[in-house]
């Protein structure tokens, strides 16, 4: 069975750190491009960071530029989400995304595999 798994989300004062997990079973993770999605309360699933097949590529939605960095291990079959600096805004629902393309994208519904995310909370 494909699954998805993500890990590392927590609550975390504002300026604080967290890194996210996105962990593969069922299949190899190499063969797909990643995306890094969020959805907060009353707000619609946006695209945060996706990174393509080879790792070559990567991409940034603008109010995480610069603070949050993505990453792969393919031999751990594992996508990485590097958060630093975090807001309040940053609050959402964090959810990783498998896409059956070399190239990654904002797109979610280009996407075929989810996971069932893991709670992120920016709070003093």
């Known amino acids: 069975q494909l699954q998805l798994v993500e890990s590392g989300g927590g609550l975390v004062q504002p300026g604080g750190s967290l890194r996210l997990s996105c962990a593969a079973s069922g299949f190899t993770l190499d063969s797909y491009s990643i995306g890094w999605f969020r959805q907060a309360p009353g707000k619609e699933r946006e695209g945060v960071s996706c990174i393509s097949r080879g790792g070559a590529s990567t991409n940034y939605e603008d109010s995480v530029k610069g603070r949050f960095t993505i990453s792969r291990d393919n031999a751990k079959n594992t996508v990485y989400l590097q958060m630093n600096s975090l807001k309040p805004e940053d609050t959402a629902v964090y959810y990783c995304?498998?896409?059956?393309?070399?190239?990654?994208?904002?797109?979610?519904?280009?996407?075929?595999?989810w996971g069932r995310g893991t709670q992120v909370t920016v709070s003093s």
């Open positions: 995304a498998a896409r059956d393309n070399y190239y990654c994208s904002g797109y979610s519904a280009s996407y075929g595999y």
